[in-house]
């Protein structure tokens, strides 16, 4: 497909599990974006990839929160010991990315609902 | 550190009705601004951007300027449709050298035929 895809879309764990999401941008795509949007609220910075590197990692709540982006294409965002309060939608996006703006695209996002 | 304040919904109209949804921003920097709209079961969407002082946004019969000295960026659509109704969100990037966005809370539209 032409856009951002997140898989699963949907995931419950129970608290205490590891969780594994993952982002595939469009093809092409330099920059890849993780937000976080908890219910009610605006999407949040997580975390920011430029091909392989990730560059900004400063909006991870945790060190139970984790990313990569081995090949500068997928990603995953894992979480590990997963407590309720990480219960959100989880959205990657990604962007041609330069040194100027360029549009963000993003997947339908995964909902994590932690009980 | 950046952040945006948008109006708080729900907000409800009638098919036909003006729209306005006000967004002030706090950045450092000169920031890009944009609007993000989320309409239901689908994923955000770029509605609208502008990158400098008073440049004007529009796209789909919705503006927004980019106003600095109030450091505003206000979403206005003269005649909404029933199709409008989603929520809406205000963003901005801070420099270009890091392209996170900081978003607002979000306003929820509903209109009504």
């Known amino acids: 497909g032409a856009g951002v895809s997140q898989s699963p879309r949907y995931k419950v764990a129970k608290r205490g599990q590891d969780v594994a999401l993952r982002c595939d941008p469009i093809?092409?795509?330099?920059?890849l974006f993780w937000y976080q949007q908890a219910l009610g609220q605006g999407p949040e910075f997580l975390t920011y990839?430029?091909?392989?590197?990730?560059?900004?990692k400063s909006g991870l709540p945790s060190d139970r929160f984790f990313a990569e982006r081995p090949e500068g294409s997928v990603s995953t965002l894992k979480i590990q010991r997963t407590q309720q309060e990480d219960s959100a939608v989880y959205l990657c996006?990604?962007?041609?990315?330069?040194?100027?703006?360029?549009?963000?695209?993003f997947g339908p996002g995964t909902r994590l609902t932690v009980l | 550190g950046n952040s945006v304040t948008q109006m708080e919904g729900p907000v409800t109209l009638s098919e036909e009705a003006f729209l306005t949804i006000n967004c002030t921003y706090t950045a450092t920097g000169y920031p890009s601004l944009f609007w993000y709209v989320q309409y239901p079961g689908e994923g955000l969407q770029l509605l609208l951007k502008?990158?400098?002082?008073?440049d004007k946004g529009s796209n789909k019969g919705f503006e927004a300027t980019y106003r600095k000295e109030t450091t505003s960026f206000h979403l206005e659509k003269g005649s909404v449709q029933v199709s409008d109704s989603a929520v809406y969100f205000c963003a901005l990037i801070s420099d270009f050298g890091n392209e996170k966005l900081t978003f607002g809370t979000g306003t929820r539209l509903t209109i009504i035929p």
């Open positions: 502008a990158t400098k002082a008073d």
């Open positions: 093809s092409g795509h330099v920059s």
């Open positions: 990839f430029q091909n392989e590197a990730q560059l900004d």
């Open positions: 996006a990604s962007s041609l990315g330069s040194q100027v703006y360029n549009e963000q695209f």
